[in-house]
């Protein structure tokens, strides 16, 4: 089983149950990121982040001294505590998500990279965008952007020699090929 180690990257994902929705308007996304800071943010850097209407990924690097059980009740609270929200705001009863949340440790240099492009045209492989940077759901736009973020933002950029080699990066990468152990669908 995985378990979460201190100071150590994770893909984190999961989905909604059946052909539910995560997300029924606009603000759910808002208010999904704004939980999952109020649960998260202490414990975690957030490196990347897609959210899509029928899933979501985060890419998060664990704090140091950060416990596993920490991570575990951390991310429980806050998907428990959206579904809670989605529930009454929505009339509907019943699980939302289709399991507990995924994760895969990403402990090769290589997959750092590919999983950072893979979430961020994540929109492009589902058909909802053309282009990464027309969807306004995930982190790829505040790469771009001089604006202060709650994204581990020269972490990433280190990782790709800088926000050129980022930009051409996610350029070249089009194709959506990641191994199947790290992928959701």
């Not at 399991?99 to 997959?111: A, G, S, W």
């Not at 306004?136 to 994204?151: A, D, G, V």
Request: charged share 30%.
């Amino acid at each position: 089983m995985d378990v979460f180690d201190a100071e150590c990257v994770y893909h984190v994902y999961s989905r909604a149950i059946g052909n539910e929705k995560l997300f029924q308007i606009e603000d759910n996304y808002g208010y999904f990121l704004e939980k999952y800071d109020h649960f998260l943010g202490e414990n975690v850097q957030t490196l990347a982040f897609c959210l899509i209407p029928n899933h979501f990924h985060f890419l998060i690097k664990i704090n140091r001294g950060v416990t596993n059980d920490k991570i575990v009740k951390a991310f429980s609270n806050f998907l428990n505590s959206y579904s809670k929200s989605i529930n009454k705001a929505f009339k509907r009863n019943g699980a939302l998500f289709q399991r507990k949340f995924k994760r895969k440790k990403i402990d090769k240099e290589d997959y750092l990279s590919r999983i950072v492009i893979y979430i961020h045209l994540n929109p492009m492989k589902h058909k909802l965008t053309k282009e990464p940077l027309d969807w306004k759901y995930s982190s790829f736009r505040s790469y771009l952007s001089k604006t202060k973020s709650k994204l581990n933002r020269e972490l990433v950029l280190e990782w790709f020699g800088g926000l050129d080699g980022f930009k051409l990066a996610h350029q070249t990468n089009t194709e959506f090929y990641i191994s199947e152990e790290f992928a959701l669908e």
